[in-house]
């Protein structure tokens, strides 16, 4: 009987280790590949979430290619528009672009909600999530 108290006990702890664990809003609870091996990789917009919660659909030949050198690159119909650096932030839960426009530095900021394999879900500082899946 204390053999399987224990059992029981030792599966318990580990469930709510790994619900805890859950960094992104959306999931995935558990992944064996690290944030950067699902984060990299070549992205277009599916769908646009308003902050007030309107719902655009995307049909776009933008492609957002993210690259494990921490370089990205933004191309519209096969034409390189915007191309930065990358970086987490703020234990992973963010992530940065930085790149030059007309001469300015810029960086935006994004929160990730969801970090999948095939799904990819951000939220800029203006409350607008962004939901990409795989170009």
Do not use: H
């Amino acid at each position: 009987m204390k053999s399987n108290f224990k059992f029981f006990l030792a599966i318990l702890s580990v469930v709510f280790v790994f619900t805890a664990c859950n960094k992104y809003e959306e999931g995935p609870m558990l992944s064996v590949l690290t944030k950067k091996a699902r984060l990299t990789g070549d992205w277009k917009v599916e769908k646009r979430i308003s902050a007030s919660g309107d719902v655009q659909l995307f049909q776009t030949n933008e492609v957002l290619k993210i690259n494990k050198s921490g370089s990205f690159d933004i191309f519209v119909a096969d034409s390189l528009t915007r191309f930065g650096t990358w970086a987490f932030a703020k234990e992973k839960e963010y992530v940065y672009f930085t790149y030059k426009k007309e001469g300015v530095d810029n960086i935006d900021e994004f929160k990730i909600i969801r970090l999948k394999n095939k799904e990819l879900w951000m939220e800029d500082t203006e409350g607008v999530q962004f939901n990409y899946v795989p170009a």
